[in-house]
């Protein structure tokens, strides 16, 4: 195990076989750091520590996504909370593929294939013409556990549903992301003293990963220490944090080319991502000194990643002025960004809702409170934000049709 872990009886610890594969996955990291010179970009750690071959959190084992700790699960997401997201994000959709005439969907990231399955049986419910579901997934861990759901809730419609492991060239269709960009590794960085470091990882002399902060320096000598900034360097974002005092921000080089990826790759349709965050000035806000890195573990947020590498989610926000302009570079339109309270009930989820009897109380009850959770400000609904691209459609949706924020990118 990592000897670098929180007080025993603060989290709940692994079991035996989840400490070892963790423990796999540390010693090949602190080799990495090792052969590396002793210092990993954080961005590499995380991207390890998630999807690292058969021990990575979403790729070996660990349950991830569910309601409560006591099912081993770390945190829930709004298609496991309720299906009456997926019900009423398949009526925007459903307008989406009417407005681009277009007649395929593709998700990234389906987790358990519950998005996957609620939105398969609304399309169907409503009648919508769509000829396939493509999934994309980095862990073959999940694919299992898509497939299981959807041959267990929507078996008549499996059959259109395919699992890619390339991206196409082109595609003409409807792209769905919920809560992807903000499971793709970030850069780190450290304002200290009014210098930038880049913020790595190194072992400590007990075995632990420790933060480990290179200043930049341009034209650094060798043996230095420092991060030559060079062309990767993010200086217009860091330039723009107001101030001198210390600070740790995130950069999203990895969600910024997938974002252009996907935009590049949609000829025509539409490209949904839901997802925690801000617009730039509210994430590289003065007083947000501390970033948004956060790790979930048996529905438990705190801020270590290095706690059971392999074995929790880390994360960060996202940044959406910089997903905006990432579409828009690669040629799509900005289709709509708004809150996922405003989203919902612009697509409908009153209406989804009032499907359900009142007098149905054991069913009523959960799904109404489920929305109020999907919806509230205080709780998924100010947070969460959907920002949409488009390529071939005139005019915006009903989903964005009031409340549309794009104005504060
Ligand atoms: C936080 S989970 C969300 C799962 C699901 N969408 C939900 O809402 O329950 C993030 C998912 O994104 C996937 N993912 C991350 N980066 C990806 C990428 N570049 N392409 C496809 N899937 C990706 C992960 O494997 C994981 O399934």
Known sequence: MNPKAHEPDSLPVPEPAALAQSEALAASLRAEIAAAGGWLPFERYMERA???PGLGYYSGGARKFGLFAADGSDFVTAPELSPLFASTLARALAEALAASGTRALMEFGAGTGKLAAGILLALDALGVAFDSYAIVDLSGELRARQRETLEASAPHLVARVTWLDALPAQFEGVVIGNEVLDAMPVR????????WH???VAV??????VFSDRPAVSGGSEGCGCSEPGAHWPEGVLAGIEGRDDYVAETHDAALAFTRTVCTMLVRGAAFFIDYGFPNREFYHPQRVQGTLMCHYRHRAHDDPFLYPGLQDITAHVEFTGIAQ???????????YTSQARFLMNAGITDVLSEIDPGDVARFLPAANAVQKLVSESEMGELFKVIAFSRGID????AFARGDRSHTL
Do not use: M, P
Not at 188 to 195: M, S, Y
Not at 327 to 334: E, F, N, W
Not at 395 to 398: D, F, N, R, S
């Open 204 to 209: 400590n002399a007990q075995g632990a990963f």
């Open 50 to 52: 998630l999807y690292a």
């Open 326 to 336: 990432a579409g828009i570079d690669a040629g799509a339109d900005l289709l709509g």
């Open 395 to 398: 005019g915006t949706l009903a």
């Open 198 to 200: 880049e913020r790595g």
């Open 188 to 195: 780190l960085f450290a304002r200290k003293d009014a210098v």
